[in-house]
């Protein structure tokens, strides 16, 4: 049936996207995604990789990185939660911290005249490795 096929083709394109997210810990842009799907034998267009990406996002498989525009896969699918990013403005490198573990707390009873919906947070800096590079140049 045809529309089994489609949704075959659109669960194997979400599977490659999400696996392709996976490899790496470096955000990945949807141009870059679109180009990986070409090379992986996927007729692709800018709004299906679009939309590709905000399922994964829906389904807590993927998160997006504003800062670069771009998509990293998740570190704790399926929970809830208020991620916080470090990334690195040497390798480009991103890591993923629940909000329990980044110790940055947001008050969310004392907002009392908005109400957050969600709230994700990039921290620039330097990462362990490219540090270490740095003071060995030194």
């Known amino acids: 049936d045809h529309r089994d096929l489609h949704l075959s083709l659109r ?8 696996d392709r997210l996976l490899k790496d ?4 842009g949807a141009y870059q995604i679109l180009d990986m799907l070409s ?5 692709s267009t800018p709004p299906i990789a679009y939309r590709v990406l905000n399922f ?3 389904q807590g498989f993927a998160h997006k ?3 670069f ?4 896969a998740c570190s704790h699918p399926g929970r809830d939660h208020s991620p916080t990013f470090m990334i690195c403005r040497k390798c480009d490198k991103v ?7 980044s110790s940055l707390k947001i008050n969310k009873k004392s907002l009392s005249e908005f109400q957050i919906e969600e709230s994700i947070i990039e921290i620039i800096g330097i990462c362990k490795s490219c540090n270490q ?4 140049k030194c």
Do not use: V, W, Y
């Not at 525009?69 to 990293?72: D, Q, R, S, V």
């Not at 890591?95 to 573990?101: F, G, L």
């Not at 590079?133 to 060995?136: P, Y």
């Open 11 to 18: 669960r194997q394109r979400q599977m490659c996207i999400r």
């Open 25 to 28: 810990h470096r955000p990945i």
């Open 39 to 43: 090379k992986e034998g996927f007729s």
């Open 56 to 58: 994964l996002i829906q």
């Open 65 to 67: 990185i504003e800062r």
């Open 69 to 72: 525009n771009a998509f990293i």
């Open 95 to 101: 890591a993923e911290m629940c909000e329990k573990d």
């Open 133 to 136: 590079l740095e003071t060995i």
